[in-house]
Every structure is written in C-alpha cells, then in structure tokens.
C-alpha cells in the first residue's frame, strides 16, 4: 500500500463490504474519475474485483468494486498458521490443556501492558475509544460507533486471531473477560453475519450509564 489513497479505498471497502464508486468517492472525499482510477489500480493489483449494479433510480448500471480474497493479505494475521502449529505443539509436550493456558497469559499480559494507559482516560467512552486504539495497533480494524438506542460499542471488521479463536473457542470468553476487566463494565460480544446490509463483524457493546 504505497499510496494514502489506496489505504483509504481498502478501508472503507472493507467496512462496508463493497461500494459503488459515486458512494466511495463521498466518503473518500475525491472526485468520481480519481476514485475509479484508485479502484481501477488496486484492481490490477489484485486486491479488488469490479461489478456492476443497477441503480435505484433510472440509469445504467453503476460501477461497484470490492475486496478480493487477495486483500486479505493487507490485514495482519499474527502468524497464524505457525502459531496454531506451536499451540498444537504444546499439547504434546505439556497436555491437552497447555494452549489455553498460554491463550490465558497472552491476554493477561496484555491487560498489564494496558491497564496504566486506560486507567488514565476520565470517562468510560474514552477508556472504550483508547482500548479499541490499543487493539488497532495490534492488528484489528474496526471503528467506534454510538447511537442513544443501543449505546457505545466497538465495531470490528478485522481480527488477526480470528483462526486461533475458531480453533480454540474458549479464547473468545478470555479476551472478553481481559475488556471487561479494562473497561470496569458488562461487554457483550455479538456476531454479525454479513450481507447485503454489510460485511461480517464483530460487535463488542460497552454498558454504558443508563444502557444495559
């Protein structure tokens, strides 16, 4: 990603799951030609595919784009095929047991790591916005959205442990209870399959005053 723009491009794509480019080049701010040339570019790459869809007023069809399986390769995954190989490793060495083990003091070591910087935000939608900054900087993508209906939640389109945690699902409660412990309030966790509505994500709703 050699280019500012093209980050901007992969980004939104990946947070909406595909975009025509009259709606891309809005949220990027650009004029229609220079957008499509982003896209047209990634395109060549390898990194986008291009559609056509039909417009919801009279016209032709409008230019979509979005990401390709090759894309994937943009987002972190935290070695994870060596790591999975290292946790199975560990079974035979020291148990059945030793993967969540290890899975257990890599989230409270990160807790350790984090808590002093948390501990410094002086409200709890401040601590949440830090926590998810902390976690980008470990490879997740996502965003912090609030509405008065449901409140302050972290939106993530991206997790580069997401295979260890299909492989050992009892990471999931670990790292929830590791937010929870940081945040000093209930997180609930929701799966968000994808569709036509969005790309798949994952919702992590912060009990905030007056919301439970």
């Given at each position: 990603m050699v280019k500012p723009q093209w980050v901007a491009t992969m980004e939104q794509l990946k947070l909406s799951g595909g975009l025509p480019v009259s709606e891309l080049s809005r949220r990027l701010d650009a004029s229609y030609m220079a957008t499509k040339q982003y896209c047209e570019d990634l395109k060549k790459l390898g990194y986008l595919e291009r559609t056509r869809v039909?417009?919801?007023?009279?016209?032709?069809?409008?230019?979509?784009?979005?990401?390709?399986?090759?894309?994937?390769?943009?987002?972190?995954?935290?070695?994870?095929?060596?790591?999975?190989?290292?946790?199975?490793?560990?079974?035979?060495?020291?148990?059945?047991?030793?993967?969540?083990?290890?899975?257990?003091?890599?989230?409270?070591?990160?807790h350790d790591q984090w808590k002093p910087r948390i501990a410094k935000a002086n409200s709890l939608v401040e601590k949440a916005t830090l926590l998810a900054n902390l976690r980008e900087k470990e490879g997740c993508f996502g965003r912090c959205k609030y509405d008065p209906e449901n409140g302050f939640r972290i939106e993530e389109y991206h997790h580069p442990l997401q295979p260890i945690f299909d492989q050992y699902p009892s990471a999931v409660k670990m790292e929830l209870r590791m937010l929870e412990q940081l945040l000093g309030t209930r997180v609930v966790r929701r799966e968000i399959p994808g569709g036509r509505s969005g790309p798949a994500r994952v919702d992590f709703e912060v009990a905030t005053l007056g919301i439970r």
């Open positions: 039909p417009r919801t007023e009279v016209g032709r069809p409008e230019i979509f784009y979005r990401l390709t399986a090759k894309s994937a390769s943009i987002f972190p995954d935290a070695g994870v095929h060596f790591t999975l190989e290292i946790l199975e490793g560990l079974k035979s060495l020291f148990g059945e047991s030793a993967p969540e083990r290890v899975l257990y003091q890599h989230f409270q070591q990160l």
